[in-house]
């Protein structure tokens, strides 16, 4: 299974774009780059996902880079509610269950 | 809709009891799973139900752990001789599976303290 790598913790201000990066370098062809995000105390909570075109939705932008070795989700206008550990996972097609990793802790401040 | 559901949201017990955590997922999903995560840490994969296939069991930590979905819905996680290392928040997942990527939902947890 790729693995992937992400920052322990990062702050943004409020209404300011936060650009959460991680590294996924030996990601294969049929691995998928999803990110969840978990407030505290709640279960995860989907957020996007994307294999080779950067993809959007109502929560944020997912930038995934040609190589498709890192990849990058971009909450445009990041709110206090917005205030979490986000997950990047690399899911092979071939299984189901999510690795998840250390993630990034999310700060939003006033 | 109705999204996953736990019960019971919080479970105190001795160590050395046997515990059921209970997992209601969302109607129609035909996909289960279950992870725990332990304070502090990252979640942890334990089993995943897909239809009437045998489950995935690769993530249980030890043969006390076991899981049983009745009926392609409710699944019951039952932890037998609890310990101390057993406490932690244990969540369910769903989805309806699909070819290529899809999304799981989860649930709130049940956290589970053994004393």
């Known amino acids: 299974d790729a693995k992937t790598t992400q920052p322990p913790s990062m702050d943004c201000a409020e209404g300011r774009a936060a650009n959460l990066p991680c590294n996924h370098s030996?990601?294969?062809?049929?691995?998928?780059v999803y990110w969840y995000r978990q407030i505290h105390s709640q279960g995860p909570q989907y957020i996007i996902h994307?294999?080779?075109n950067n993809e959007t939705n109502e929560m944020a932008s997912l930038i995934i880079t040609e190589d498709r070795k890192s990849s990058t989700l971009i909450l445009p206008h990041a709110t206090l509610r917005d205030t979490a550990v986000y997950y990047c996972i690399v899911r092979p097609d071939n299984t189901d269950k999510l690795i998840f990793g250390t993630g990034t802790r999310l700060q939003v401040f006033p | 809709g109705a999204g996953v559901s736990q019960s019971p949201s919080n479970k105190v017990t001795e160590k050395g009891k046997d515990v059921e955590l209970r997992c209601d997922p969302i109607?129609?999903?035909?996909?289960l799973y279950w992870y725990r995560q332990s304070l502090g840490q990252g979640l942890e994969f334990l089993i995943y139900?897909?239809?009437?296939?045998?489950?995935?069991k690769s993530g249980l930590p030890s043969d006390r752990f076991s899981a049983e979905r009745t009926g392609g819905s409710v699944s019951t996680l039952t932890i037998q001789r609890t310990q101390q290392e057993d406490s932690a928040v244990y969540l369910c997942?769903?989805?309806?599976?699909?070819?290529?990527?899809?999304?799981?939902?989860f649930g709130p947890g049940t956290r589970l303290t053994v004393t």
């Open positions: 994307g294999l080779k």
């Open positions: 997942a769903s989805s309806l599976r699909t070819s290529g990527a899809y999304e799981q939902y």
């Open positions: 139900f897909q239809g009437n296939s045998a489950p995935d």
């Open positions: 109607s129609g999903h035909t996909a």
């Open positions: 030996t990601i294969s062809g049929n691995e998928y």
